[in-house]
């Protein structure tokens, strides 16, 4: 009788939920997805523990691993906020709220460069050096953001437009 009790509750909740799910938008259809499965989860859990299939201390510990994802999402968005994306932008352009870079000592000063463009203290190759040890630590895919990048892409093309003059 519990079981056919448990599949009444199950059937119940999947027809809930996909009726939900079909009606959203995609944000709320990802949102209610994940909640599904945490609290799906969860269900499982108790049910284990409830048969003694599982230790209630290991549920516990299980029962928190929901939460862990959301954690290091909370820290990473708070000392790397996400950046809007324009969906006609490759990796080398900036957003429309991105001003170009018009000034080179400003150019230089990202770089971390120092001397006389126009007196050639400063050559393209260490432009382009100075370019690949900054993009390799703050490249996006590497744990920097979107807008240091193209800083420091901006900063690069610059600083060799002017030598190229």
Same mark, same amino acid.
């Given at each position: 009788?519990?079981?056919?009790?448990?599949?009444? %509750?199950?059937?119940?909740?999947?027809?809930?939920?996909?009726?939900?799910?079909?009606?959203?938008?995609?944000?709320?259809k990802s949102r209610i997805l994940r909640s599904f499965l945490k609290y799906g989860f969860w269900g499982i859990l108790f049910i284990l523990v409830i048969m003694g299939r599982l230790h209630w201390l290991g549920a516990v510990v299980a029962a928190i691993i929901p939460f862990v994802p959301g954690l290091f999402q909370n820290l990473i968005h708070k000392f790397n906020p996400p950046q809007e994306k324009d969906s006609t932008e490759n990796s080398n352009s900036t957003s429309s709220n991105n001003s170009p870079l018009t000034d080179t000592e400003e150019a230089l000063h990202i770089l971390g460069l120092s001397g006389d463009i126009n007196s050639n203290e400063i050559t393209?190759?260490? %432009?382009? @050096?100075?370019? +690949?040890?900054?993009?390799?630590?703050?490249?996006? @895919?590497?744990?920097?953001? @979107?807008?240091?990048?193209?800083? %420091?892409?901006?900063? +690069? @093309?610059?600083?060799l437009q002017r030598i190229n003059k």
């Open positions: 009788m519990a079981r056919f009790l448990l599949l009444v %509750i199950l059937v119940t909740t999947l027809f809930v939920v996909w009726s939900k799910y079909q009606k959203g938008n995609p944000e709320q393209p190759e260490m %432009i382009q @050096d100075a370019h +690949r040890k900054l993009i390799q630590k703050l490249h996006p @895919d590497r744990g920097g953001n @979107d807008y240091l990048a193209a800083k %420091i892409n901006q900063a +690069r @093309d610059l600083l």
